[in-house]
């Protein structure tokens, strides 16, 4: 209704002779729409089953659970009573009304970077959400983690606030990507390894990081462990539709995929696209695989044949859409197996979009297959078909699982 709303008074401002005003209304809130779903603002602040944007989801940290606010316009419990200063300082600066600091699982770091213009838009969109009373205790950290003023030292350490701007050698395509990954689309959040401080590491972007027990993959043009092997296309069909030929989406990134990347527009996926080819991987080459007799191998490949061909095939080849490509794939050979160990034990469930509305699912082999089987089997199918990574220890699947459980 309240849309409806909107867009018919819009509509009756033009017939009565606002025309300029109207369509510059209307475009700036679809702008900012646009914006909220570039930074993919419902993956954090809208609980599952919950109104839009008003918060509640729990987020866990390694320093403890904070949990994302409501950002619906209404006055008592979410920003219905913040100017646009207020708004435009929580992005650019982590600060937010009344100078309250915010913590970096808000990705201010990355938004810093974004167009004052884009900020505006989304400020604009934000008035146009439908207000939900819904308080929110967010900071919900451990002494003395809990204590935001903390974050004027992360800040003074790790933060130095700058708008982007473009690289006149490269291309447009290429600035726009850089533009989107490092600002809105906050890749780097998951994506690049963190130090103690929770900081990103310097020199190290988009190298693989780790969060909720989960591995986020490396998403440099590195050959072995990132993206060298993957064409553009190959990129654009991944974010645009949750698969392609070399992976099948699933666990966090599904959801990314699913709120956030199906939904951009494909000159803005091209972008992304042409920029991460672009970024250089460490340069090491890829380790030499275990031998084929090597006592785990043998264990391994014994489980693979018995538990796992039937969908990726003998070969690792699998089946296109829909078992993902187990040979030659960057995220088999990433250096930590964090996630390869949980879909091995929980299973895992395909993402499912517009383009590709069929969510294929791997079984839970965790109820059937102990901590050495587990180790055995992916320490083989990180080292047959191509593949190359260092072997998977009992001791890493007994942790992941307990810590599955708590």
């Given at each position: 209704?309240?849309?409806?709303?909107?867009?018919?008074?819009?509509?009756?401002?033009?017939?009565?002779?606002?025309?300029?005003?109207?369509?510059?209304?209307?475009?700036?809130?679809?702008?900012?729409?646009?914006?909220?779903?570039?930074?993919?603002?419902?993956?954090?602040?809208?609980?599952?089953?919950?109104?839009?944007?008003?918060?509640?989801?729990?987020?866990?940290?390694?320093?403890?659970?904070?949990?994302?606010?409501?950002?619906?316009?209404?006055?008592?419990?979410?920003?219905?009573?913040?100017?646009?200063?207020?708004?435009?300082?929580?992005?650019?600066?982590?600060?937010?009304?009344?100078?309250?600091?915010?913590?970096?699982?808000?990705?201010?770091?990355?938004?810093?970077?974004?167009?004052?213009?884009?900020?505006?838009?989304?400020?604009?969109?934000?008035?146009?959400?439908?207000?939900?009373?819904?308080?929110?205790?967010?900071?919900?950290?451990?002494?003395?983690?809990?204590?935001?003023?903390?974050?004027?030292?992360?800040?003074?350490?790790?933060?130095?606030?700058?708008?982007?701007?473009?690289?006149?050698?490269?291309?447009?395509?290429?600035?726009?990507?850089?533009?989107?990954?490092?600002?809105?689309?906050?890749?780097?959040?998951?994506?690049?390894?963190?130090?103690?401080?929770?900081?990103?590491?310097?020199?190290?972007?988009?190298?693989?990081?780790?969060?909720?027990?989960?591995?986020?993959?490396?998403?440099?043009?590195?050959?072995?462990?990132?993206?060298?092997?993957?064409?553009?296309?190959?990129?654009?069909?991944?974010?645009?539709?949750?698969?392609?030929?070399?992976?099948?989406?699933?666990?966090?990134?599904?959801?990314?995929?699913?709120?956030?990347?199906?939904?951009?527009?494909?000159?803005?996926?091209?972008?992304?696209?042409?920029?991460?080819?672009?970024?250089?991987?460490?340069?090491?080459?890829?380790?030499?695989?275990?031998?084929?007799?090597?006592?785990?191998?043998?264990?391994?490949?014994?489980i693979y044949l018995d538990r796992c061909s039937a969908c990726h095939n003998s070969t690792g080849a699998g089946q296109a859409s829909l078992f993902a490509t187990l040979a030659k794939a960057p995220v088999i050979n990433s250096t930590d197996p964090t996630s390869l160990i949980r879909v091995v034990l929980?299973?895992?469930?395909?993402?499912?979009?517009?383009?590709?509305?069929?969510?294929?699912?791997?079984?839970?082999?965790?109820?059937?297959?102990?901590?050495?089987?587990?180790?055995?089997?992916?320490?083989?199918?990180?080292?047959?078909?191509?593949?190359?990574?260092?072997?998977?220890?009992?001791?890493?699947?007994?942790?992941?699982?307990?810590?599955?459980?708590?």
């Amino acid at each position: 209704m309240k849309k409806a709303a909107l867009i018919a008074g819009l509509a009756a401002a033009t017939v009565f002779g606002a025309k300029g005003f109207a369509s510059d209304l209307f475009d700036r809130i679809e702008a900012g729409r646009y914006q909220a779903v570039l930074a993919d603002c419902s993956a954090c602040h809208t609980r599952p089953g919950g109104k839009p944007f008003a918060g509640g989801l729990p987020l866990q940290t390694p320093f403890g659970a904070l949990v994302p606010p409501n950002i619906t316009p209404d006055p008592e419990t979410g920003i219905g009573s913040w100017s646009y200063a207020d708004f435009r300082n929580a992005l650019k600066t982590g600060i937010g009304k009344g100078g309250k600091r915010l913590y970096p699982a808000m990705p201010y770091p990355a938004y810093a970077t974004m167009k004052d213009t884009d900020i505006a838009d989304l400020w604009a969109y934000f008035q146009k959400v439908e207000p939900v009373t819904n308080h929110v205790v967010s900071n919900q950290l451990p002494f003395p983690f809990s204590i935001r003023a903390s974050m004027i030292g992360w800040n003074w350490l790790n933060f130095s606030p700058k708008e982007f701007q473009p690289d006149p050698a490269k291309s447009a395509a290429w600035n726009r990507g850089a533009y989107l990954v490092n600002g809105a689309g906050h890749c780097g959040t998951c994506h690049t390894p963190k130090s103690l401080t929770g900081a990103d590491k310097s020199g190290e972007f988009l190298r693989g990081g780790s969060l909720q027990s989960w591995y986020a993959p490396n998403l440099t043009s590195d050959p072995h462990k990132g993206l060298g092997s993957w064409s553009t296309d190959d990129i654009v069909s991944y974010l645009k539709t949750g698969a392609n030929r070399f992976d099948i989406a699933s666990g966090p990134m599904a959801e990314a995929i699913t709120q956030s990347t199906s939904k951009w527009a494909d000159a803005d996926l091209q972008a992304v696209a042409a920029y991460l080819k672009d970024i250089k991987g460490d340069g090491t080459p890829a380790p030499q695989p275990l031998a084929a007799t090597d006592p785990a191998m043998a264990a391994g490949k014994a489980i693979y044949l018995d538990r796992c061909s039937a969908c990726h095939n003998s070969t690792g080849a699998g089946q296109a859409s829909l078992f993902a490509t187990l040979a030659k794939a960057p995220v088999i050979n990433s250096t930590d197996p964090t996630s390869l160990i949980r879909v091995v034990l929980q299973g895992s469930q395909a993402v499912a979009t517009t383009a590709r509305p069929t969510t294929p699912a791997m079984p839970s082999f965790g109820w059937n297959l102990g901590d050495a089987d587990v180790a055995n089997v992916l320490t083989y199918v990180r080292n047959s078909w191509g593949n190359a990574a260092p072997p998977v220890t009992s001791g890493q699947v007994k942790d992941l699982r307990a810590a599955l459980k708590r």
